[in-house]
């Protein structure tokens, strides 16, 4: 018969049933399985290369070349393909481009940014002869306890579903098959941050309505974009674990959104349905549980093979079932042109190029936020000290997912590739601004957090502070502190951290505050005491040279907080879009807003708005914004709203729209927005989307707070 599959005139589809058709059980059960390779000895991944193993994951450069040659000698010649981690560019390989992490990135609130850094990355990691890369995380960072807090784009699920669709564009470009172009991974699917306490895995509260109404929006607008693979989530959807959950896959991601691609589980899904989540007596039926709620690709549950193999031959489960399942590999193989090229080649020598790193170096600017000022910043002072554990520390820079952390944590590697620290670039940058820059660590992240007991740097820092005109000190968390299974009850600066400002401040010197974390810290005394605050987060390689720019001037802050920074672990959750009826609306010894809410920031000129109007018949709102300080810049205007009556709680605000707008100074823009009727949905208990008649407010300003919006009624 002849080759479809072989026919690169046939469509992905085609040849994909017709390369099943030809597959005995074994080949389809190799091929729905991902081994880890860097945790097995190499004549073991070329045994499983031999079976016709679907993927692997954690695989570099020539060890991928080797594999890949050797599954395009099986008998059916079905090519490999090999995932990996970039998840702030493509940092597991130490010559990459390492941008800010998703957290930080998501402070620029800029689309066309964040599609360019999907873009690099894409370019490194297929230039690398990976295929596939598991970003990005759609998961809401509502909980700041959680570990992974920083690889989310933040609170807010429209926030987060914009910025997920410019890096999957980014990704994937206009066809999986160019030279250039990745699969994207929208994960964790589902609601990984929701879990119980933040407690990494553990299970989620959520219902399916909440989920249709929070969480699932960003993953439906990734599904709509054509995002080529899923990845289930650990955790569980009311106590149903998402692995085995048919209604969460099957139902409402491949039915419901339509989605052709194939769906990976997270690492050890099937197993964990065993060992750890206890709904399954053996791998067999956490096989079979797995299979029937549709997962494709299994991620490193070795146990998968032997299991699918059995419950076939025992008639427990339908081959259609892994048909389904393969099909859907296979049909994405052949969209990304695998077996006609089975590497792509990227493009040779961009690892780190001008280009990139000046993508890099805009993303990172874009993603300051300026949280205080009293009038310190920019800068003049002639005498500056740098003070604290995190101005020079490029591994804290950094955060997580990166060659410092992956695949082991300190594994000993070296930066290969220009960085810059705050420092650095408070150092690179004096000349311009005649200052001179003297610098003490002061303390450790991680050290002693009683300052009489504080090391001889403490003591140094300070008195260094004392012969200064001004200090700028930057504090945070470091690598240890934050990822999978670092989830933090306590977010107050860990050391003597808060012990190293309150001496600093005592002496009555300007202090300006940086915070290189990865993720919102509770730092009231901080924000209250200090005279200017800066958030870098993990601003990635020129984090560093961003801040300095941004507190010597020479750029002029735009980023926006994608995330609200509670005052005290136990205020959490704090999330801006909340529903209504706390009586007294705060905690007897704690207010109940947050010490700084989703949207704010602050730059060196003011923005005023006026003149909102709302077309109601045609959803068209549109908002005069002025930029009255004497220098350029550019605002985030923010676009919510609220329903005054409806039939289930819904948020005191929901931001529906957002754009970054460049504005002059002292020039005025008129910003328009076309909404639509389905933003202002609810859903309903028996989880309909539904826009209800009645009153409504929208509304545009600055922030998420209501003294900086203006806003408009009216009814539906
Ligand atoms: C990890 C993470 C997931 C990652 C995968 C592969 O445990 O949960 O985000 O993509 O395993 O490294």
Same mark, same amino acid.
């Given at each position: 018969?002849?080759?479809?599959?072989?026919?690169?005139?046939k469509?992905?589809?085609?040849?994909?049933?017709?390369?099943l058709s030809?597959?005995?059980?074994?080949?389809?059960?190799?091929?729905?399985l991902?081994?880890?390779?860097?945790?097995?000895?190499?004549?073991?991944?070329?045994?499983?290369a031999?079976?016709?193993?679907?993927?692997?994951?954690?695989?570099?450069?020539?060890d991928?070349?080797e594999?890949?040659?050797?599954?395009?000698k099986?008998?059916?010649?079905?090519p490999?393909?090999?995932?990996?981690?970039?998840?702030?560019?493509?940092?597991?390989?130490?010559?990459a481009?390492?941008?800010?992490?998703?957290?930080a990135?998501?402070?620029?609130?800029?689309r066309?940014?964040?599609?360019?850094?999907g873009?690099?990355?894409a370019r490194e990691?297929?230039t690398?002869?990976?295929?596939?890369?598991?970003?990005?995380v759609?998961c809401?960072?509502?909980?700041?306890?959680?570990?992974?807090?920083?690889?989310?784009?933040g609170?807010?699920?429209?926030l987060?579903?914009e #910025?997920?669709?410019?890096?999957?564009?980014g990704?994937q470009?206009?066809?999986?098959?160019?030279?250039?172009?990745?699969l994207?991974c929208?994960?964790h699917?589902?609601?990984?941050?929701e879990?119980?306490?933040?407690?990494?895995?553990?299970?989620?509260?959520?219902?399916?309505?909440?989920?249709r109404?929070?969480?699932?929006?960003?993953?439906?607008k990734?599904?709509?974009?054509?995002?080529?693979?899923?990845?289930?989530?650990y955790?569980?959807?009311d106590s149903?674990?998402?692995t085995?959950?048919?209604?969460?896959?099957?139902?409402?991601?491949k039915?419901?959104?339509?989605?052709?691609?194939?769906?990976v589980?997270?690492?050890?899904n099937?197993?964990? #349905?065993?060992?750890?989540?206890?709904v399954?007596?053996?791998?067999?039926?956490?096989t079979?549980?797995?299979v029937?709620a549709?997962?494709?690709?299994?991620?490193?549950?070795?146990?998968?093979?032997?299991?699918?193999?059995?419950?076939?031959?025992?008639?427990?489960?339908?081959?259609?079932? #892994?048909?389904?399942?393969?099909?859907?590999?296979?049909?994405?193989?052949?969209?990304?042109g695998?077996?006609?090229q089975?590497?792509?080649?990227?493009?040779?020598?961009?690892?780190?190029?001008?280009?990139h790193?000046?993508?890099n170096?805009?993303?990172?600017?874009?993603?300051?936020?300026l949280?205080?000022?009293?009038?310190?910043?920019?800068?003049?002072?002639k005498r500056?000290a740098v003070?604290?554990?995190n101005?020079?520390?490029?591994?804290?820079?950094?955060?997580?997912?990166?060659?410092?952390?992956?695949?082991?944590p300190?594994?000993?590697?070296?930066?290969?590739?220009p960085?810059?620290?705050v420092?650095?670039g408070m150092?690179?940058l004096?000349?311009?601004?005649?200052?001179e820059?003297?610098?003490?660590?002061?303390?450790?992240?991680?050290?002693?957090d009683?300052?009489e007991?504080?090391?001889?740097?403490?003591?140094?820092?300070?008195?260094?502070?004392?012969?200064?005109?001004?200090v700028?000190?930057?504090?945070?968390?470091v690598?240890?502190?934050?990822?999978?299974?670092?989830?933090r009850?306590?977010?107050s600066?860990?050391?003597?951290?808060?012990?190293?400002?309150k001496?600093?401040?005592?002496?009555?010197?300007?202090?300006?505050?940086?915070?290189?974390?990865?993720k919102?810290l509770?730092?009231?005394?901080i924000?209250e005491?200090?005279?200017?605050?800066?958030i870098?987060?993990n601003g990635?390689?020129f984090?560093?040279?961003a801040?300095a720019?941004?507190?010597?001037?020479?750029?002029n802050?735009?980023g926006?907080?994608?995330?609200?920074?509670?005052r005290?672990?136990?205020?959490?959750?704090?999330?801006?879009?909340s529903?209504p009826?706390?009586?007294?609306?705060?905690?007897?010894?704690?207010?109940?807003?947050?010490?700084?809410t989703f949207?704010e920031?602050?730059?060196?000129?003011?923005?005023?708005?006026?003149?909102?109007?709302f077309?109601?018949?045609n959803?068209?709102l549109s908002?005069?914004?002025?930029?009255?300080?004497?220098?350029?810049?550019?605002e985030?205007v923010q676009?919510?709203?609220?329903d005054?009556?409806?039939?289930?709680?819904?948020?005191?605000?929901?931001?529906?729209?957002?754009?970054k707008?460049?504005?002059?100074?002292?020039?005025?823009?008129?910003?328009?927005?076309?909404l639509?009727?389905?933003?202002f949905?609810?859903v309903?208990?028996?989880?309909?989307?539904?826009?209800?008649?009645g009153?409504?407010?929208?509304?545009?300003?600055?922030?998420?707070?209501?003294e900086? #919006?203006?806003?408009?009624?009216?009814?539906?």
């Amino acid at each position: 018969m002849n080759e479809i599959y072989k026919d690169k005139t046939k469509s992905a589809n085609e040849r994909a049933k017709d390369l099943l058709s030809r597959m005995t059980v074994p080949e389809k059960a190799a091929q729905m399985l991902q081994l880890p390779y860097s945790k097995m000895p190499r004549e073991n991944a070329i045994s499983w290369a031999e079976k016709g193993l679907g993927s692997f994951l954690h695989v570099l450069g020539d060890d991928a070349r080797e594999l890949q040659q050797t599954a395009l000698k099986t008998r059916l010649g079905i090519p490999v393909i090999f995932g990996i981690d970039a998840i702030h560019g493509h940092g597991l390989n130490d010559t990459a481009t390492i941008f800010p992490s998703q957290l930080a990135a998501a402070c620029s609130w800029n689309r066309e940014l964040i599609e360019q850094m999907g873009r690099v990355t894409a370019r490194e990691v297929a230039t690398d002869g990976l295929h596939w890369t598991f970003s990005p995380v759609l998961c809401l960072g509502r909980d700041a306890r959680w570990g992974r807090v920083n690889e989310t784009f933040g609170e807010d699920p429209y926030l987060a579903g914009e #910025l997920g669709v410019s890096i999957i564009k980014g990704y994937q470009g206009d066809s999986l098959s160019s030279e250039e172009s990745i699969l994207a991974c929208a994960k964790h699917y589902l609601g990984y941050g929701e879990a119980v306490g933040a407690r990494d895995s553990c299970d989620t509260e959520m219902t399916f309505r909440k989920a249709r109404e929070v969480f699932l929006p960003p993953f439906k607008k990734a599904a709509e974009a054509g995002c080529a693979t899923f990845m289930t989530a650990y955790g569980s959807i009311d106590s149903s674990p998402f692995t085995a959950s048919e209604k969460a896959l099957r139902h409402i991601l491949k039915d419901e959104f339509g989605f052709e691609g194939f769906v990976v589980t997270d690492w050890d899904n099937v197993t964990s #349905l065993v060992t750890n989540q206890h709904v399954a007596a053996d791998m067999k039926e956490a096989t079979y549980l797995a299979v029937k709620a549709g997962n494709d690709m299994i991620m490193t549950s070795e146990g998968f093979y032997n299991a699918a193999i059995k419950l076939i031959e025992e008639k427990k489960l339908d081959e259609k079932l #892994l048909d389904d399942a393969v099909l859907r590999i296979l049909r994405i193989k052949f969209q990304m042109g695998l077996f006609e090229q089975s590497e792509k080649k990227g493009k040779p020598g961009c690892f780190g190029c001008e280009e990139h790193l000046e993508i890099n170096k805009e993303l990172a600017r874009e993603s300051v936020v300026l949280l205080k000022n009293n009038g310190i910043l920019p800068i003049k002072s002639k005498r500056i000290a740098v003070i604290g554990p995190n101005a020079d520390d490029i591994r804290a820079q950094y955060g997580d997912w990166t060659y410092f952390t992956h695949p082991e944590p300190d594994n000993g590697s070296e930066p290969k590739r220009p960085y810059c620290t705050v420092l650095e670039g408070m150092r690179e940058l004096a000349g311009e601004y005649g200052a001179e820059i003297f610098y003490s660590k002061g303390c450790s992240v991680l050290g002693k957090d009683d300052a009489e007991l504080a090391d001889a740097d403490f003591k140094e820092a300070v008195k260094l502070a004392g012969e200064c005109d001004a200090v700028v000190l930057v504090v945070g968390d470091v690598i240890e502190q934050t990822g999978e299974t670092k989830d933090r009850a306590d977010l107050s600066l860990s050391g003597a951290q808060n012990a190293l400002f309150k001496q600093i401040k005592g002496l009555g010197k300007p202090v300006v505050t940086v915070l290189v974390s990865s993720k919102p810290l509770c730092i009231p005394e901080i924000a209250e005491d200090t005279d200017a605050l800066l958030i870098a987060f993990n601003g990635g390689m020129f984090g560093g040279l961003a801040a300095a720019e941004a507190i010597y001037g020479k750029i002029n802050p735009s980023g926006r907080l994608p995330i609200s920074f509670p005052r005290h672990s136990g205020q959490i959750p704090v999330y801006y879009n909340s529903l209504p009826g706390w009586h007294g609306g705060k905690y007897m010894d704690l207010p109940g807003e947050a010490l700084f809410t989703f949207g704010e920031g602050l730059a060196y000129t003011e923005y005023e708005y006026s003149g909102i109007e709302f077309d109601e018949k045609n959803f068209v709102l549109s908002v005069n914004v002025k930029n009255t300080g004497n220098m350029d810049g550019a605002e985030t205007v923010q676009v919510y709203y609220r329903d005054l009556v409806s039939s289930v709680l819904t948020p005191v605000l929901q931001l529906i729209a957002f754009e970054k707008v460049k504005i002059g100074a002292g020039e005025t823009k008129t910003v328009t927005f076309q909404l639509k009727k389905d933003d202002f949905a609810l859903v309903t208990p028996d989880e309909r989307r539904v826009v209800e008649p009645g009153a409504f407010e929208v509304m545009a300003g600055h922030c998420a707070k209501a003294e900086s #919006l203006l806003k408009v009624e009216f009814v539906i």
